[in-house]
């Protein structure tokens, strides 16, 4: 059981624009900054939005992060066949003096 | 180009302890306000935060696994390692380093990862 919570599964057609829901407590995301993370098959994560909204270099604007209350959202826009991959939401956790993750949604492109 | 190598036993026995390093190349490992962290990933699951240790000063782990986990710097060899006692089958993962430059969980670089079976 995560303590982020995150949809187990998202799909969407080459195009659209779809959103993944990452949902904590005043003692995570309620209080700190949320971190979002692509994983490809058999690669390590990758930072795709770092301090709510913010994109790394080189890390498309299709993608956005938004955040209220203890909710965080990912959204991706123009969905794209090689988008298809694993996605973790994560904060730090006052309470646990930690990092805790979402449990990871996985993005298929129909 | 900052990068991050695991690199460490493939296969350990139960009860035993589960050692790791980390190299980092491309810039110091003591420079910077950064934290440098062990994830892992068992298979077909999620991702689970492990430990760190931070440039500022000291290092802490996730509390399930607090009364096992150390984690050191070597600054000597630009290194940082993990060491996890009492190995059980639930161990047995993927095991990555990263760097946290946030120190709340923004692991902007990656090791590839090292599968650590625990097993006898």
């Known amino acids: 059981q995560s303590v982020l919570t995150q949809p187990p599964s998202a799909s969407g057609t080459p195009g659209q624009r779809v959103t993944i829901s990452c949902s904590g407590s005043n003692s995570n995301i309620g209080s700190n900054y949320v971190y979002w993370y692509q994983q490809l098959p058999g690669t390590a994560p990758k930072l795709l939005i770092y301090?709510?909204?913010q994109r790394p270099s080189g890390v498309p604007d299709r993608f956005s992060g938004s955040k209220s209350g203890t909710s965080a959202s990912l959204a991706i826009s123009g969905l794209r066949s090689d988008d298809e991959a694993d996605y973790y939401c994560a904060a730090w956790d006052d309470s646990l003096y930690g990092v805790v993750f979402g449990g990871g949604t996985k993005l298929t492109v129909l | 180009q900052v990068q991050l190598q695991e690199s460490g036993p493939g296969l350990v026995k139960p009860s035993q302890t589960l050692s790791l390093t980390c190299t980092v190349s491309g810039g110091s490992i003591s420079s910077g306000s950064y934290c440098w962290n062990w994830i892992r990933q068992p298979a077909g699951e999620g991702l689970e935060w492990v430990g760190r240790v931070c440039n500022s000063g000291g290092a802490n782990s996730h509390p399930s696994l607090k009364r096992r986990v150390t984690i050191s710097v070597d600054t000597s060899k630009n290194q940082f390692s993990l060491r996890l006692n009492s190995v059980t089958a639930a161990d047995t993962a993927v095991y990555y380093c990263?760097?946290?430059?946030?120190?709340?969980?923004?692991?902007?670089?990656w090791g590839q990862g090292t599968l650590v079976t625990v097993s006898s």
């Open positions: 990263a760097r946290d430059p946030d120190s709340t969980g923004s692991f902007d670089y």
């Open positions: 301090r709510n909204n």
